[in-house]
């Protein structure tokens, strides 16, 4: 009886050794990057009541809609949001929604900052927006803190 507790104490404890060598070794993704363009045409045709219910927080709401042309805004701040997911998701895996990522602006055409709706969620994000013509483009680089 004490053999067979030796030996399962005996590989606990090399599982326990072999998962903190692992762990040594395999270091978690620090940086990660996303982008995403946006052509307005297309998304003027999807760009819905619903749609903007389901995936704008109501401060980007008030954003957008305090410029002439609000349509642009939510299209850049559609790509920043889908930029910020993509660079998210090759960090964590886990369920994100349009809603959990929210672009905040200090002035009108300021500065983006980005606030991730999540307990778990610690990063240091970085996010440039740009329109051109018809297309809206935005990037993400993404530290895991």
Not at 29 to 48: H, L, R, W, Y
Not at 68 to 78: D, K, Q, V
């Amino acid at each position: 009886m004490l053999t067979a507790v030796l030996i399962l104490w005996d590989l606990e404890w090399m599982e326990k050794e072999i998962k903190k060598t692992l762990d040594e070794i395999t270091p978690a993704q620090k940086f990660s990057a996303g982008n995403d363009i946006v052509f307005i045409p297309d998304f003027e045709k999807s760009f819905t009541e619903s749609f903007k219910n389901k995936v704008y927080t109501a401060n980007e709401i008030a954003y957008c809609d305090q410029f002439e042309n609000p349509l642009l805004r939510y299209a850049s701040t559609w790509a920043a949001k889908e930029a910020v997911y993509k660079a998210v998701k090759q960090i964590d895996p886990s369920a994100l929604g349009p809603k959990k990522i929210e672009i905040l602006r200090d002035k009108p055409v300021g500065r983006p900052t980005v606030i991730i709706h999540r307990d778990s969620a610690k990063f240091d994000v970085a996010l440039s927006i740009s329109h051109d013509g018809d297309y809206a483009w935005a990037i993400a680089f993404i530290e895991n803190l």
